[in-house]
């Protein structure tokens, strides 16, 4: 257990960043799996729309550090493939 004021003040900070990062990581991949679950459909429009608000959240994620920034560009630009390859 922390002893001093600032140990357990870094233990708030710690579980409320926590709390941020996960329901970020959450958004994240709730975005992405939209636009995965339409190209799958073969609905361009859909994934397209999916899309435009799944790369934002990437993009956002990779500044907070919640995924590597390589990571976030690599998912966009292969969704961003596999919605261009639909037709």
């Not at 790369?55 to 596999?82: D, F, T, Y």
Request: glycine residues 4%; charged residues 35%.
């Amino acid at each position: 257990m922390a002893n001093t004021r600032s140990a357990k003040k870094a233990i708030r900070q710690s579980a409320r960043r926590t709390d941020i990062n996960k329901a970020r990581r959450s958004r994240i991949r709730t975005c992405v799996r939209k636009v995965e679950e339409a190209i799958e459909k073969g609905d361009k429009a859909a994934a397209a729309e999916a899309f435009s608000t799944a790369q934002p959240e990437l993009m956002r994620g990779a500044q907070k550090g919640i995924i590597h920034r390589n990571a976030a560009s690599r998912k966009v630009s292969r969704l961003s493939k596999r919605i261009q390859a639909l037709g």
